[in-house]
């Protein structure tokens, strides 16, 4: 087991990938804190886990929130030396009507929220001189387009912190590295998938042709915070089914709709 006697954190992990990133992480051995805003829904994925994790109440937009889960943490399980930054949203609108609650939002959560638990929780690994942190990111830090622009900017600046943390860290026995997910297998995903022609079309951009598992996802995470990646900082790993150096993406001329979906 890569991450045995180990103390994770990850946020989000209510629902979704976060859940799959929390049980990929009790699996290779690792105690695990199961945050998200919502405490009920991390109390039934830490139940559903077993023994080795334990559900705590986050909310990555507030200071006093993450220091208070931070010592909370810490108080019970031990010293955190691995963290998942999963928590994220998006609001997709056309850029010239996005509201600007919609834009303090997806900032406060995607970006500002990463910053945040790297912050208090790194300091405390840097304090330490050992830790590993994961930042999910997105394509989106690749990639325009249309109606994305606060998530993209929000990504793409998940990067940036990786990138910063990764060298300024690595002297001090902290690594920060990413990992850009692709067309995983999740309930947003699936609505596209059954929208009209959705499925033909996204997965004719995936060079391995089907959507990706929560699963592999959360296997490169483990690995990234494993000692196997010893040597890693600063790098963020694509996992997409080589979807990005396909490149196949919507045609650039067809506008998103507006005020579109939030999620």
Known sequence: MKLEGRVAVVTGAGRGMGEAFARRLALEGAKVAVTDIDEAACERVADSIGALALPFELDVTSWESVRDAQHAIESTLGPVDALVNNAGTTRIARSEELPEEWWDTVVDVNLTGTWRCCQVFGTSMVERGYGAIVNVGSAFSEIGNGGRVAYAATKTGVIGITRVLGVEWAPLGVRVNAVKPGYIDTPM??????????????????????????????????????????????????????????????????????????A
Do not use: C, H
């Not at 959360?218 to 890693?232: E, M, N, R, V």
């Open 189 to 262: 995903v699936q609505v596209t998938m059954t929208s009209g022609a959705g499925a033909e079309q996204l997965l004719a951009r995936v060079p391995q042709g089907r959507l990706g598992d929560a699963d592999e996802v959360a296997k490169a995470i483990a690995f990234l915070l494993s000692d196997d990646a010893s040597y890693i900082t600063a790098e963020a790993l694509r996992v997409d089914g080589g979807n990005l150096s396909y490149g196949g993406m919507t045609a650039a001329n067809v506008r998103p709709e507006s005020l579109g979906n939030d």
